[in-house]
Structure formats: structure tokens, C-alpha cells
């Protein structure tokens, strides 16, 4: 089993940046594939950014692209979110997940799920 926990959400206004963190523990591989999810009320999981084990790879949302920045450090088993140029759209709860395989970006590839941390945008 892996754990999950992610950390760094709250309240921020429009325009301003957040670091969301995701931290692992229990058996973890730093070949795992790393990705973050977000879910707003009413709303479906939806893909915002994911990273190969490797740093090869990496992909982002297209509502995103450009405002946000996944990176990994395998030493500390972390991965983070950089977000930055925040909007309104982007309130939601932000999950991280691990794929044991290589790349992607869909929901259904990804075995374990940490609980989320709330980000809320204030326009």
C-alpha cells in the first residue's frame, strides 16, 4: 500500500500562487507515474498535471497550461503542484495519485489516491 497526503491548500485571491505538496509513504516506488487531480462541487475528477517517474514526461490541462508546474523530488518522495495566476475556475479539492506504470493522464490508470487539500480562489 501507498500513502498519500497532500498538504499547502487554502484561501488565496485571484491572481495569486499557491504550492500544493503530496507527500508518500509506505511502498513507495520512485517509478511511479505522479499526477494531480482536482474536483470541484458538482463536478467530475478532472486531470491537471502528471510526471513520468523519470521527469521525461510531463502534462498539463490545457485550462492550465502555463499558470501551473508539477515537479517530483524522488529523494524526498514529494511531488508538488506550482500554481500561480489563480482564477475562480480553479477552486476545487486537488487530489495527487500514483499509476504504477509509465505515463498518464486518465483517473482510471491510478492506483492510490491521497484524501485532497481544498484550494479556494476568491475573484
Known amino acids: 500500500q501507498v500513502q498519500l497526503v497532500e498538504s499547502g491548500g487554502g484561501l488565496v485571491q485571484a491572481g495569486g500562487s499557491l504550492r500544493l505538496s503530496c507527500a508518500a509513504s509506505?511502498?513507495?516506488?520512485?517509478?511511479?507515474?505522479m499526477g494531480w487531480f482536482r474536483q470541484a462541487p458538482g463536478r467530475g475528477r478532472e486531470f491537471v498535471a502528471a510526471?513520468?517517474?523519470?521527469?521525461?514526461?510531463?502534462g498539463y490541462a490545457d485550462s492550465v497550461k502555463g499558470r501551473f508546474t508539477i515537479s517530483r523530488d524522488n529523494a524526498k518522495k514529494t511531488v508538488y503542484l506550482q500554481m500561480n495566476s489563480l482564477k475562480s475556475e480553479d477552486t476545487a479539492v486537488y487530489h495527487c495519485?500514483?499509476?504504477?506504470?509509465?505515463?498518464?493522464?486518465?483517473?482510471?490508470?491510478?492506483?492510490?489516491w491521497g484524501q485532497g487539500t481544498q484550494v479556494t480562489v476568491s475573484s
Open positions: 495519485a500514483a499509476h504504477m506504470g509509465y505515463y498518464s493522464d486518465s483517473p482510471g490508470a491510478y492506483d492510490y
Open positions: 509506505g511502498r513507495t516506488s520512485s517509478s511511479y507515474t
Open positions: 510526471i513520468s517517474w523519470n521527469n521525461i514526461l510531463m
